[in-house]
Every structure is written in structure tokens, then in C-alpha cells.
């Protein structure tokens, strides 16, 4: 486990507390049950940006805490585990685009808003069912940008995407020229296809031709987080099952099976924690990010997925019903297998990187 200072650790338990006490799976259910397209509670959210959760990676001389990536993953975990809804990772990945590339004067425009929760960033990059960052039609002519993108997580309460174009990364304030189609995914939070239609777009001028990877890197490893927070959840509530589930009289977790099966997780967890906390620290060292954002994801893919299989498996029928919450691990987990990169694509990527 990485080694916390700390004011990190007073930020993952104060994150720890709030999630459990006021942010359990039941408010999860209640803002499934709302049917909002914005699929998050605003009041939450503002506690949170309150909190100071909104601005961990924004520089304080803009309004937040410049604690770094670490920091945010360790929040992150906490949200994951409660399911908690809300736009805050990729508003965090949308600050980061503006921290990166943005001129004083965007810097100076966005992230105070960004930060104290007055405003609400997200990130637009892929135009097809898969991730792919090479192929980009989206063009911007005479400062209007054109061009849809696909599956734009937490796209209805935007109030800024940042969107990439063939030129790289530019930002675009909901309003004229922009529309939303909504996209219903097995998760049940807010997924758009957003067109862009001669909507006014500021670019990003900084950061160089790596803004891109630089950005979706980082939205890597806080994705990879949230998918850590969500399999230590799964893998503990699992435990607790096979604990008191008694079947043939005896409890499930005598049978040596069992026990080989949840050690076998165990060890998965431990090897994505660690590949999720080193991804986190290699983005605030700026050493070997591209490789480290690729390997926690990969990672954080394999086991979540593996996770949230076996959790569904070992609660047996139930774990399929709607009243256990284990389900729920799994439609979120298979959203966010796909987003950033898939498997496959993240290991293809990696030889790449590698010279293969």
C-alpha cells in the first residue's frame, strides 16, 4: 500500500465517513429510482465540493488544494465503494486538461468553478462504440468545433467539455451548437452522445501533441481507483455472506473451496491496489506515466471484472436479484471496462509503449 502523509490520511477517512454514513448504496437506488438524466444527486455533489473534493488537483492560487492524484484516487476509493453518483472524476479529468493546457486566462476562468462546484467539467474524446484516440473526425473551422461523440459520461450535467478535436483539445460551454442524445447503459448513470454543431470552441494551446494522452492517462488511473474502491467492496461484502450463509449446517465459509476461491480474489485485490496506487503516484511524479495510467488499468480491468464475477457467483441466486447490491458492482464495473480502454486495446497499447 502506498505510504500516506497526513493530511491524506484525515482525507480518505473524512471521505470514508461521509460515504458510509451519508452516501450508502440506498441513495444509489434512490437516484436510479429518480430517473434523472443527470443521474446524481447536485446536493451531494455540493457537500463534496464543499469538502474540498472538486479541486484535490487544482492549484490553490484557482481555489483548490494542489494534494495530487494520489489524494483524489483515495477519495475516489471511498466514492466506489458506496457506488456513490456523481460527476466528480471526470470534472477532476477535465481540471486536469485545463491544469495542463489552458492559458492564465482559461485557468483563470474555469477552475475556481471547477473547484468550488459552481461549475462542471467532463471530458468528450471518443466518436465510436470503442476507444480509439487516433481516430478523431471532430473539426473545428473559424473557432466552431463539429463533430459527435459518443457515450460522454456525466454529458446532462455539464457545464464544459472538454473536447478533442484533430487538433488536439479545446473547450465548449453548453449552450449553442451543442445537443445531447442520451444513452441508457446497464449502469444506470448519465451517458450521452454529444454533438457539437458549430458550437463556439477555445482551445487548450499548451500541454504539446501529448495533451491527449497526457489527460486520458489521468483519466485512466481515477477510473482505475474508482474500480478499486468498487472491488474491495465486493470482495468484503462477499466475505461477510459466506460467513452467515448456512447451507447443509454449516456455514459457506468452512468449505475449503470457498476459502480457496476467496483467497485466490485476496491476492488479486492486493496486486490491483497496487498497480492502481502506483499508476496514482506516477502521475504526480511525471515519471512513466503512459506505462504505469496503461498497467493500472489493464489491471484494474482483469480484477473487476474477475470481482465482480465471482461476487455474483458465490451469493449464488440472490446475488442476480435486485436486492443485494452486488449487482449493481457489476453493471458499473462493465462501463468502466470499456471507458478509457478496453482490455485488449490497454494491452496493445502497453507493447506499443514497449517498442513491440
Same mark, same amino acid.
Given at each position: 500500500m502506498a505510504v500516506l502523509?497526513?493530511?491524506?490520511?484525515?482525507?480518505?477517512?473524512?471521505?470514508?465517513?461521509?460515504?458510509?454514513?451519508?452516501?450508502?448504496?440506498?441513495?444509489?437506488r434512490k437516484v436510479r429510482a429518480s430517473g434523472e438524466p443527470e443521474a446524481f444527486n447536485r446536493d451531494a455533489y455540493a457537500t463534496m465540493a464543499q469538502?474540498?473534493?472538486?479541486?484535490?488537483?487544482?492549484?490553490?492560487?484557482?481555489?483548490?488544494?494542489?494534494?495530487?492524484? !494520489?489524494?483524489? @484516487?483515495?477519495?475516489?476509493?471511498?466514492?466506489?465503494?458506496?457506488?456513490? %453518483?456523481?460527476? +466528480? =472524476?471526470?470534472?477532476?479529468?477535465?481540471?486536469?486538461?485545463?491544469?495542463?493546457?489552458?492559458?492564465?486566462?482559461?485557468?483563470?476562468?474555469?477552475?475556481?468553478?471547477?473547484?468550488?462546484?459552481?461549475?462542471?467539467?467532463?471530458?468528450a474524446v471518443d466518436e465510436g462504440p470503442n476507444h480509439d484516440p487516433a481516430e478523431i473526425a471532430t473539426a473545428v473551422s473559424d473557432g466552431k468545433i463539429s463533430g459527435t461523440k459518443a457515450f460522454v459520461h456525466e454529458a446532462h450535467g455539464a457545464d464544459l467539455f472538454?473536447?478533442?478535436?484533430?487538433?488536439?483539445?479545446?473547450?465548449?460551454?453548453?449552450?449553442?451548437?451543442?445537443?445531447?442524445?442520451?444513452?441508457?447503459?446497464?449502469?444506470?448513470?448519465?451517458?450521452?452522445?454529444?454533438?457539437?454543431?458549430?458550437?463556439?470552441?477555445?482551445? !487548450?494551446?499548451? @500541454?504539446?501533441?501529448?495533451?491527449?494522452?497526457?489527460?486520458?492517462?489521468? %483519466?485512466?488511473? +481515477? =477510473?482505475?481507483?474508482?474500480?478499486?474502491?468498487?472491488?474491495?467492496?465486493v470482495f468484503d461484502d462477499t466475505l461477510d455472506y459466506l460467513k452467515q450463509r448456512v447451507q447443509f449446517?454449516?456455514?459457506?465459509?468452512?468449505?475449503?473451496?470457498?476459502?480457496?476461491r476467496m483467497a485466490d480474489l485476496f491476492a488479486d485485490l492486493a496486486q490491483m491496489r497496487s498497480a492502481v496506487e502506483a499508476g496514482l503516484q506516477a502521475v504526480d511524479g511525471g515519471f512513466g506515466v503512459a506505462r504505469a495510467a496503461t498497467i493500472?488499468?489493464?489491471?484494474?480491468?482483469?480484477?473487476?471484472?474477475?470481482?465482480?464475477?465471482?461476487?455474483?457467483?458465490?451469493h449464488g441466486g440472490i446475488g442476480m436479484t435486485d436486492e443485494y447490491d452486488v449487482g449493481f458492482y457489476l453493471k458499473r464495473a462493465r462501463v468502466l471496462e470499456a471507458s478509457f480502454g478496453s482490455s485488449s486495446w490497454l494491452k496493445d497499447r502497453f507493447a506499443r509503449l514497449s517498442g513491440y
Open positions: 502523509n497526513e493530511e491524506q490520511e484525515m482525507l480518505r477517512d473524512m471521505a470514508r465517513e461521509w460515504t458510509v454514513n451519508e452516501s450508502p448504496v440506498t441513495e444509489f469538502m474540498g473534493w472538486a479541486g484535490v488537483i487544482i492549484p490553490e492560487e484557482h481555489g483548490g488544494s494542489d494534494f495530487g492524484f !494520489l489524494s483524489a @484516487g483515495l477519495v475516489v476509493e471511498e466514492l466506489g465503494k458506496t457506488l456513490t %453518483a456523481s460527476p +466528480l =472524476v471526470m470534472n477532476t479529468v477535465a481540471a486536469s486538461a485545463i491544469v495542463l493546457g489552458g492559458s492564465d486566462e482559461q485557468k483563470a476562468k474555469w477552475l475556481p468553478k471547477l473547484a468550488s462546484g459552481e461549475a462542471i467539467a467532463t471530458l472538454v473536447v478533442a478535436a484533430k487538433d488536439g483539445l479545446y473547450l465548449v460551454e453548453k449552450g449553442d451548437g451543442v445537443s445531447l442524445t442520451t444513452r441508457k447503459l446497464t449502469d444506470q448513470r448519465s451517458h450521452a452522445d454529444v454533438t457539437f454543431d458549430g458550437a463556439a470552441a477555445d482551445k !487548450l494551446a499548451k @500541454g504539446g501533441d501529448s495533451l491527449l494522452d497526457d489527460v486520458l492517462d489521468r %483519466a485512466r488511473v +481515477l =477510473v482505475s481507483a474508482e474500480m478499486l474502491g468498487m472491488a474491495q467492496q449446517n454449516q456455514v459457506l465459509a468452512s468449505f475449503q473451496a470457498l476459502q480457496h493500472a488499468k489493464a489491471e484494474a480491468n482483469r480484477v473487476m471484472h474477475k470481482m465482480a464475477n465471482e461476487g455474483i457467483q458465490l
